[in-house]
Each structure stands twice: as C-alpha cells, then as structure tokens.
C-alpha cells in the first residue's frame, strides 16, 4: 500500500521565478492537503482540494494555487517566489472533508534565493 | 479562533526517563479532534493518534500514553522509558468544522533523547 509520495524532494529557485510540487495521495484517499513549513516551526494550512475543487484555504497569498487531477493527485504552484517562501511543503491525503485522520508525504525543501 | 500550544520548545532527557509534552488548545466548536504527530529528521510527519471532543478516555499504545482533559483544554502526550529513537520533533494538532476542517498545528516541541 503505497503512501503519500511527493516531488521533487528537493528545489532551488530564485526570486521572481515559479515552482510546481507535486503529490500522490495514499491509496483510497481522495483529499488533498497542502501545508507550509518554516524552520523551526509547526506546519501552517495552505488549502486543501477535494473533487478537483479548492474546499479550504489559510491565509496565503493568490501567488499559491492548487490544482487537483482526476485521479486525486494534485500540484501546488506559487509564482513570483519570495525569499520567505523558503521551506518545506507538505502534502497530506485523507478520506473526504471531514474529520479524517491525515497522512503525510516526505515533504519537498524548497530554497529561494 | 482556534490555536494550538505546545509551550515546551525543547525537552532534553536520559533514556529511561519518562517524558510528558504539553499541549493546550483552544477552539469555540463543540466538536474537533487533536492529533499528535512525530517528525523525525527526515521530515515525515508520523500519525500517532487521534482523538474527539466526545471521547475523553485516556489511550495507552505501548510505550505512549495520552491525557485527554476537556477541563482544562489539555491533551498531553507521555513517553514512558524514553528511547534514543524517540529524538524527534512532536506536533499536537487541532482539527474542527467550521465549514470544512483544516488542521491547526502547534509550534511543535524537540525531544532528545541521549544515551
């Protein structure tokens, strides 16, 4: 039972460029959430898509934005990278928009300089 | 609004010590669930359990052990006879519908464990 699989592992990107991440759920989920993680710090909710619809977002800039395929994969982008958007991105898969428990990827390191 | 705390930014201890994180959230819904998770250095973050706001029984799973208390909005997480391999980073989170469920994550607490 493959779980959540995430790549890149790892990117280097410059300011003012745009990146695309990408994530497979664990098998039998349908739900795809994005999280952003600073060093140091907690995981911070990006959004989350379920039937190839944005259903929740935090509070993230428009230059983060989503996209969920037929097959429950998804793709994060964020254009126009900052220095601070330098951290690692989680992906995590769960069964529906409720209370399901989340299952996490490896996360991809993102450095912008 | 919802927020989770974990005060304790790091916990230094000796194998064989037990070890308690703290964890004390907020939230207005009368239905949520918390979570703990593990995040060793690989950066994976590991599920270890689950809890509802309707289920207060403490849970043990081995060496683990959680204090659900409804009273004073705690859920604590208590590592017995700690291993080196218990050297992570723990996050308690904090999920609840207000219109769809997103996670809330604490700033997470960094356990060493030495030999």
């Known amino acids: 039972d493959a779980g959540v699989t995430q790549s890149p592992t790892h990117l280097i990107k410059t300011r003012g460029q745009q990146v695309t991440l990408r994530c497979s759920p664990k098998?039998?989920?349908?739900?795809v959430s994005w999280y952003q993680q600073a060093l140091g710090q907690g995981p911070q909710f990006i959004f989350q898509y379920y039937e190839e619809e944005e259903r929740q977002r935090g509070n993230f800039p428009d230059r983060f934005s989503g996209h969920q395929f037929p097959n429950y994969s998804s793709e994060l982008n964020v254009n126009a990278l900052l220095l601070g958007d330098s951290a690692l991105y989680l992906c995590?898969?769960?069964?529906?928009?409720?209370?399901?428990?989340?299952?996490f990827g490896p996360g991809t390191r993102l450095l912008v300089l | 609004a919802q927020k989770v705390t974990q005060a304790q930014t790091e916990i230094s201890v000796v194998e064989k010590e037990d070890v308690t994180l703290d964890c004390v959230y907020e939230t207005r819904d009368t239905t949520y669930y918390l979570f703990w998770y593990k995040q060793p250095p690989s950066g994976e973050l590991v599920f270890l359990i689950r809890r509802n706001s309707f289920d207060e029984q403490n849970e043990i799973s081995g060496r683990y052990s959680w204090n659900f208390q409804k009273s004073t909005s705690s859920f604590n997480f208590t590592i017995t006879a700690s291993q080196v391999v218990d050297s992570a980073v723990y996050f308690c989170a904090l999920s609840a519908d207000n219109g769809g469920f997103k996670t809330i994550f604490g700033a997470g607490t960094r356990l060493f464990v030495k030999a």
């Open positions: 098998s039998g989920h349908d739900t």
């Open positions: 995590a898969s769960s069964w529906g928009t409720s209370s399901e428990t989340q299952y």
